[in-house]
């Protein structure tokens, strides 16, 4: 058995989202269902995001849903990734990670970003303008309490002490070199949004690279083996932009009828965006549970050794 930590260089991890159609009891044992079987299939971790007031396709608790998942598998890592930085207070998140660790040792990563959806802010009575400072200030504290550097008050805590000999990776997510810049300066990993195009994401990581920054570099792709619904696919898009500054481009999707063209396509990505992991995303809003837990299945058994091979 694969033993990786989180975000490791050649990783290859699943993101999760909620079937929110389900019953609200079934919501989370389905999420919880899709991260174990994804673990059991190959990969090597489980990501969970955040958006909140029951936004569709998503739930407000990554770091509860991270918990949930490492308690009901023996192995991989799992990771709230991204979690919106700007509506919690660091170091009680740090705390709150430090000793998910002690329970999961090796097996806990966190990714951050700004966040942008106006509802995210609204309902916790924050001001969005305010995200971005809150982001700069907030990143390099939190990477540095993860690696148990620069304690200060927090320096009693034992879980905290631990991260300087066992540190917890970050990555932030970066859309754009000035956000990688920011990831480098802060000593986080960069999460490649699966929306932007392989030019683009090269371009964040080559300034990464070039502002000093060494750690992780993950790539979230979009992936389907066999026909996929265009139509889900371009609800999901307008969805983003909607609340997103202008249009993504062209779809980035990688799709295809036979398991070791998917492989050769996805690692044409990665080295293309000169990225150290990969993160594939199947679910879209309207997709049944059994669709997903199927894909997942195929894409361990057809997909990811030949996958592994190429990278």
């Known amino acids: 058995m694969r033993v990786v930590q989180p975000f490791a260089p050649q990783a290859i991890s699943l993101r999760l989202y909620p079937h929110?159609?389900?019953?609200?009891?079934?919501?989370?044992?389905?999420?919880?269902?899709?991260?174990?079987?994804?673990?059991?299939?190959?990969?090597d971790g489980v990501m969970t995001s955040e958006h909140h007031g029951g936004f569709p396709g998503y739930l407000p608790n990554p770091l509860q849903v991270?918990?949930?998942?490492?308690?009901?598998?023996?192995?991989?890592?799992a990771a709230p990734c991204p979690l919106l930085l700007p509506l919690r207070p660091?170091?009680?998140?740090?705390?709150?990670?430090a000793w998910l660790n002690v329970r999961h040792p090796g097996r806990v990563g966190l990714g951050v970003a700004i966040g942008a959806l106006p509802l995210d802010f609204d309902?916790?009575?924050?001001?969005?303008?305010?995200?971005?400072?809150?982001?700069?200030?907030?990143?390099?504290k939190i990477v540095a309490l993860l690696a148990?550097?620069?304690?200060?008050?927090?320096?009693?805590?034992?879980?905290?002490?631990?991260?300087?000999?066992?540190?917890?990776?970050?990555?932030?997510?970066?859309?754009?070199?000035?956000?990688?810049?920011?990831?480098?300066?802060?000593g986080a990993g960069i999460l490649l949004d699966g929306m932007v195009s392989i030019d683009?994401?090269?371009?964040?990581?080559?300034?990464?690279?070039?502002?000093?920054?060494s750690a992780s570099v993950t790539l979230i792709r979009r992936v389907w083996l066999g026909n996929l619904d265009?139509?889900?696919?371009?609800?999901?898009?307008?969805?983003?932009?909607?609340?997103?500054?202008?249009?993504?481009?062209?779809?980035?999707?990688?799709?295809?009828?036979?398991?070791?063209?998917?492989?050769?396509?996805l690692a044409d990505a990665v080295e293309r965006a000169g990225a150290t992991g990969l993160n594939l995303r199947l679910h879209l809003p309207g997709m049944a549970p059994a669709d997903i837990r199927d894909q997942i299945r195929v894409l361990g058994d057809d997909v990811l050794p030949v996958l592994r091979r190429l990278l």
Not at 69 to 75: G, K, N, P, R
Not at 90 to 97: D, G, P, R, S
Not at 237 to 252: K, L, N, P
Request: proline residues 5%; aromatic residues 6%; hydrophobic residues 40%.
């Open 20 to 43: 929110n159609e389900l019953a609200v009891h079934d919501i989370l044992r389905e999420v919880c269902a899709q991260g174990v079987a994804g673990l059991s299939a190959g990969f």
């Open 66 to 77: 991270t918990s949930f998942i490492l308690e009901e598998s023996a192995h991989g890592w």
């Open 90 to 97: 660091t170091a009680q998140l740090a705390e709150e990670l």
């Open 123 to 140: 309902v916790m009575d924050k001001n969005p303008a305010d995200a971005l400072p809150s982001f700069r200030s907030e990143l390099p």
């Open 148 to 186: 148990g550097r620069d304690l200060g008050l927090l320096s009693g805590d034992k879980a905290l002490q631990q991260c300087a000999v066992t540190p917890l990776p970050v990555l932030s997510a970066a859309r754009s070199p000035g956000a990688a810049r920011r990831a480098a300066e802060a």
């Open 200 to 213: 683009q994401a090269r371009h964040a990581r080559d300034a990464y690279r070039a502002a000093g920054g």
């Open 230 to 265: 265009e139509h889900l696919v371009g609800d999901q898009r307008a969805v983003y932009e909607s609340y997103a500054a202008g249009s993504f481009g062209a779809d980035q999707t990688i799709s295809s009828d036979d398991p070791d063209d998917l492989a050769r396509q």
